[in-house]
């Protein structure tokens, strides 16, 4: 099983970035997947999730209304489209992997594979 993230960089406050996360070794289409990110010096947190179909998602507060979670079933990628990016969205991004048939749940422990992280830094 792996998971790896692309698509961080820097961006200007009010810009875009699309991560990536391509996946592989497992049926990617059962599963339900999420993001999470982690700032220096604070805790991991949950960003968004989505469930094994693709039909249903969740976001944090956070980034409600500013961030898309989808999954390309054919492609075995899940993507995370981020608009109007804000200067405390700076973190290190992770995909990760979900339960079969899985919902898109916010609970860290609900997910067993993780990747090593992209970084996204917003900055003027």
């Known amino acids: 099983v792996q998971v790896v993230e692309s698509g961080g960089g820097l961006a200007q406050p009010g810009g875009s970035l699309r991560l990536s996360c391509a996946a592989s070794?497992?049926?990617?289409?059962?599963?339900?997947m999420g993001w999470f990110r982690q700032a220096p010096g604070k805790e991991r947190e949950f960003v968004a999730a989505i469930n094994w179909s693709g039909g249903s998602t969740s976001y944090a507060d956070s980034v409600k209304g500013r961030f898309t979670i989808s999954k390309d079933n054919a492609k075995n990628t899940l993507y995370l489209q981020m608009n109007s990016l804000k200067p405390e969205d700076t973190a290190l991004y992770y995909c990760?992997?979900?339960?079969?048939?899985?919902?898109?749940?916010?609970?860290?422990?609900?997910?067993?594979?993780w990747g090593q992280g992209t970084q996204v830094t917003v900055s003027s």
């Open positions: 070794g497992f049926t990617f289409g059962s599963y339900a």
């Open positions: 990760a992997k979900g339960r079969k048939w899985g919902g898109s749940t916010s609970t860290g422990d609900d997910y067993n594979y």
